[in-house]
């Protein structure tokens, strides 16, 4: 497939941030392992995102996360793969993909409208985006987090949110 894409041999530098250098060590092995020129740039601390975020930087492939706000299907879509979140020559663009396709911004408008006065038609509408976005791979993931949380029998209203973790506030003790 690498060879029927024109893109072997090519050279790529894969970023990352000075946590995650084994990780990107990782991933230049295996971009050379696939027949690819590759290299790894680190970027330490808070330097990362606005460096990796601005296309002026050109960077190619690197890693980056990213939690909904909130759970619904266009918290995974429109903060970071519409054209809307695409700022071009930006430190705060969180398009880091750059991706930008008008089809897919009209049809993730059209499931937000939907979603108000039919919800399954809405969850089928997102589900589609869902496909077709994931077939252009503007983002590849690597992993989903998972959490596990273990509290004494006496704890109340445990409550886990994917941004925050343990809601601590909503806790009590018998």
């Given at each position: 497939m690498i060879?029927?894409?024109?893109?072997?041999?090519?050279?790529?530098?894969?970023?990352?941030?000075?946590?995650?250098?084994?990780?990107?060590?990782?991933?230049?092995?295996?971009?050379?392992?696939?027949?690819?020129?590759?290299?790894?740039?680190?970027?330490?601390?808070?330097?990362?995102?606005?460096?990796?975020?601005?296309?002026?930087?050109?960077?190619?492939?690197?890693?980056?996360?990213?939690?909904?706000?909130?759970?619904?299907?266009?918290?995974?879509?429109?903060?970071?793969?519409?054209?809307?979140?695409?700022?071009?020559?930006?430190?705060?663009?969180?398009?880091?993909?750059?991706?930008?396709?008008?089809?897919?911004?009209?049809?993730?408008?059209?499931?937000?409208?939907?979603?108000?006065?039919?919800p399954a038609?809405?969850?089928?509408?997102?589900?589609?985006?869902?496909?077709?976005?994931?077939?252009?791979?503007?983002?590849?993931?690597?992993?989903?987090?998972?959490?596990?949380?273990?509290?004494?029998?006496r704890v109340?209203?445990?409550?886990?949110?994917?941004?925050?973790?343990?809601?601590?506030?909503?806790?009590?003790?018998?």
């Amino acid at each position: 497939m690498i060879h029927q894409s024109g893109t072997y041999g090519e050279h790529v530098t894969f970023w990352t941030f000075a946590e995650q250098r084994p990780l990107g060590q990782y991933f230049v092995k295996l971009l050379r392992q696939l027949g690819y020129h590759a290299s790894l740039q680190v970027i330490n601390g808070n330097h990362y995102w606005p460096k990796v975020g601005n296309s002026n930087t050109n960077a190619q492939v690197g890693l980056s996360f990213w939690y909904a706000d909130y759970p619904t299907p266009g918290e995974f879509f429109l903060p970071v793969l519409s054209c809307h979140s695409f700022i071009p020559r930006s430190k705060d663009n969180q398009n880091l993909a750059q991706y930008c396709n008008p089809v897919m911004d009209s049809l993730m408008t059209r499931a937000l409208n939907t979603q108000p006065t039919n919800p399954a038609a809405a969850n089928l509408q997102w589900v589609n985006i869902d496909r077709r976005v994931t077939r252009q791979a503007p983002w590849v993931p690597l992993y989903n987090h998972m959490w596990t949380g273990f509290v004494s029998e006496r704890v109340g209203n445990y409550q886990y949110d994917p941004m925050w973790t343990v809601l601590i506030d909503q806790l009590w003790v018998h």
